[in-house]
T-cell receptor, first 111, second 112 residues
């Protein structure tokens, strides 16, 4: 079955450490996205990529980095520069005009 | 003010009731999505609309482009419908992307 796999489901990080969240899709979608969800707020776009080896900043890119070396993979690194990293992170992909598929999310907690 | 507003924020219902969740937006759009988020956090896409009405099982979604308003209806609600329902729009200024603007969600609880 096609879909998006995010791992891990829960992640704990010490302050000052970088951490990488995995997102893999086997849907053959060109576009992939990373969103952040905080309580009481709508999802906010961190980064997106429409094609391999190309990505664009979203609304809240500061403190995050991404890569898109393969069509199937779009990992997100939360760097120590992100001041408030504790949140729920969702990865998504789309085939333009045909709707979205979301992953099951990664809950990151800074301890 | 958010570009996508949903109402109500919270909704409780008895099993079998007819449910309506509303979404209003202030930007020009090319498509509107209704999404369902379960307590574990994963999101499922329910509908993508650009005009008119769509139905899938007990779920019906409508959109009025002129009034910039969409509704999600659930007929014969069931406890398994308990979830957060999220409205999201693809604005016309998204150019050649599928970037979405999200509402804050409506939390629905259906009791037996």
């Amino acid at each position: 079955d096609g879909g998006i796999t995010q791992s891990p489901k829960y992640l704990f990080r010490k302050e000052g450490q970088n951490v990488t969240l995995s997102c893999e899709q086997n849907l053959n979608h060109d576009a992939m996205y990373w969103y952040r969800q905080d309580p009481g707020q709508g999802l906010r776009l961190i980064y997106y990529s429409q094609i391999v080896n190309d990505f664009q900043k979203g609304d809240i890119a500061e403190g995050y980095s991404v890569s898109r070396e393969k069509k199937e993979s779009f990992p997100l690194t939360v760097t120590s520069a992100q001041k408030n990293p504790t949140a729920f992170y969702l990865c998504a992909s789309s085939l333009q005009g045909w709707g979205y598929t979301f992953g099951s999310g990664t809950r990151l907690t800074v301890v | 003010k958010n570009e996508v507003e949903q109402s109500p924020q919270n909704l409780t219902a008895q099993e079998g009731e007819f449910i309506t969740i509303n979404c209003s937006y202030s930007v020009g759009i090319s498509a509107l999505h209704w999404l369902q988020q379960h307590p574990g956090g994963g999101i499922v896409s329910l509908f993508m609309l650009s005009s008119g009405k769509k139905k899938h099982g007990r779920l019906i979604a409508t959109i009025n482009i002129q009034e910039k308003h969409s509704s999600l209806h659930i007929t014969a609600s069931h406890p398994r419908d308990s979830a957060v329902y999220i409205c999201a729009v693809r604005s016309l200024t998204s150019y050649n992307t599928d970037k979405l603007i999200f509402g804050t969600g409506t939390r629905l609880q259906v009791f037996p």
